[in-house]
């Protein structure tokens, strides 16, 4: 049905869901094709199919089946709005320190790190599909070499032409770009990193607020989504959320209903059929160590006897728990896992957001490490710290032969990230202001009013775009430029340099010149004319 609405060039509906204008291919499916199943008021699959579609019309028993759904829908509407704020608000809570500073990677000589982008499979013959919102506008971190030999050299921002030639190129299947996620800068987000500013066209400006467009961009297409929750059907009595609940559970990094069991070990599957529990799935590894998961008999397997997996591998079909993802696969793992899951749910309603929008929000969750080991640093166990500055502190230990700190990467949700920024300001202006107050006061916090946040509640300038130091700290180069003479009433000395002595001077100058130019020309002044006013009549 794709092909054919695609291949009549100017089919009205084809040009709505093409340009994204409205709607997406499921409303077409349901306009032109059937109707499909519908859930009822449980939230539950009614077994009885609706195979007409809106265009031949539904059969009164179709149309009563129906109904559940488009009052759910109704109400999903006015909920929809609430939680699209709010999270709105938290998003940008947790980014909105990101800021766009100058460092360059490539010129700062700093190790120039990247994300791979890989695995784009080709929606139709020789076109890849997402590349626009997964490659466009980004930093290339490696030279690339396209099939007839031209190149494209690293510390180039990729446009449209870049990005049509690496679309069509079938000798490219991955390609290393920069990322907000793996960049260094010490504070915000370098301009190398970003690439694009995407309302532009352009490199983005040193300045810009990226943390607050993130958010936004996140947030808003937030009402579009629909909250209804899908039932799975080779999974008895679970319920996968989609939509909206679906975007907060990955942004909050909570552990998600009917989760995937994950293998914590290397090796090989052997299954086994238990009475009464379900099944026994054992990962034997190469050195014999063996490791078994109990799963439900009815779940639906993701391998198979016999098969070889990689630790964090999923046993069983379901989403995965982040952070059981972060302690068996580590951070990047991760973060691509929560960047992948968030744009499918987009995707699915037609709504392209691009993957750097999504990098930035998971950057603010993955950026503390949990310090257990202190070593010969000043960390206390136990102790949260930023992951730049870990990484500063055991570098320096390192390199004077000192014992470096141990720590394990954590995950936070966007609220508990918030909470949990070096700005006590900032936290108290979010949530949970009393407790936010006492612990800074308990602990004689100081805040370096390095956000907006804090910087707005003590009304001086944002460090962004004008506000920044860069733009305001400007001595002007004017060799030939002398400062104008000026008077003034405090100023000491002669009697002359006195501003009130100085006025009169030139207005009896004025005057004598004025008077000078009359009698050459020849003119007298006018006459004054006598008016007579009439006495006021007191008498009354």
């Known amino acids: 049905m794709e092909r054919t609405l695609k291949a009549e060039q100017f089919n009205p509906i084809e040009m709505m869901v093409g340009s994204g204008a409205r709607g997406n291919m499921m409303q077409v499916r349901q306009i032109a094709g059937m109707r499909g199943l519908v859930a009822n008021p449980r939230g539950d699959m009614i077994p009885r199919p609706i195979k007409s579609n809106f265009r031949e019309g539904l059969t009164m028993l179709e149309y009563f089946i129906s109904t559940p759904g488009a009052r759910k829908g109704l109400v999903d509407t006015a909920l929809r709005t609430a939680d699209s704020g709010y999270l709105t608000r938290r998003l940008v809570d947790v980014a909105q320190e990101l800021i766009i500073n100058t460092e360059d990677p490539f010129e700062s000589g700093s190790a120039v790190r990247g994300i791979w982008i890989e695995n784009i499979e080709a929606d139709r013959p020789g076109k890849r599909a997402w590349l626009e919102t997964r490659l466009y506008s980004r930093t290339i971190a490696d030279d690339v070499t396209l099939s007839d030999g031209s190149v494209i050299t690293k510390g180039t921002v990729l446009g449209d032409p870049e990005v049509e030639a690496l679309r069509d190129d079938p000798k490219v299947n991955r390609v290393r770009v920069l990322s907000p996620l793996t960049d260094d800068s010490d504070l915000g987000v370098s301009a190398a990193c970003y690439g694009f500013g995407l309302a532009t066209g352009k490199l983005i400006e040193v300045g810009e607020a990226v943390g607050v467009i993130a958010a936004q961009s996140i947030g808003e297409p937030g009402t579009q989504l629909t909250m209804r929750t899908f039932h799975t059907g080779g999974v008895a009595g679970t319920d996968l959320a989609g939509g909206l609940p679906r975007v907060v559970e990955l942004f909050e990094a909570r552990s998600p209903k009917g989760k995937a069991t994950l293998t914590r070990l290397t090796g090989t599957v052997r299954i086994a059929e238990d009475e009464g529990k379900g099944r026994v799935i054992t990962v034997v590894a190469d050195d014999g160590t063996e490791e078994s998961y109990i799963v439900p008999g009815l779940s639906r397997l993701e391998v198979v006897d016999g098969q070889e997996v990689n630790a964090g591998d999923p046993i069983v079909d379901g989403p995965r728990d982040p952070k059981e993802l972060m302690e068996i696969k580590g951070v990047q793992e991760t973060q691509q ?198 006495l006021a009549d007191t008498a009354e």
């Open 337 to 534: 896992y929560l960047v992948t899951e968030v744009q499918k749910v987009y995707r699915d309603q037609g709504v392209p957001i691009h993957d750097k929008h999504i990098e930035l929000i998971v950057r603010q969750m993955t950026r503390k490490i949990t310090v257990q080991e202190p070593g010969d640093s000043d960390f206390l166990p136990g102790e949260r710290v930023d992951s730049k500055v870990y990484r500063d502190v055991n570098r320096a230990l390192v390199m004077e032969g000192k014992t470096p700190a141990e720590g394990r990467p954590e995950i936070m949700g966007i609220t508990k990230a918030s909470l949990a920024t070096d700005s006590w300001l900032s936290a108290a202006s979010f949530q949970e202001t009393t407790r936010v107050l006492t612990e800074a006061a308990i602990e004689s916090r100081s805040d370096s009013l390095l956000g907006l946040k804090e910087n707005i509640i003590i009304g001086k300038l944002i460090p962004a775009g004008t506000g920044m130091a860069a733009y305001r700290d400007i001595t002007t180069a004017a060799p030939d430029y002398s400062p104008m003479e000026y008077y003034s009433s405090s100023d000491e000395g002669d009697e002359g340099n006195d501003l009130a002595d100085m006025l009169a001077d030139r207005m009896a100058g004025d005057m004598v010149a004025g008077a000078g130019d009359l009698a050459e020309s020849g003119e007298s002044l006018p006459d004054a004319e006598v008016i007579d006013l009439p």
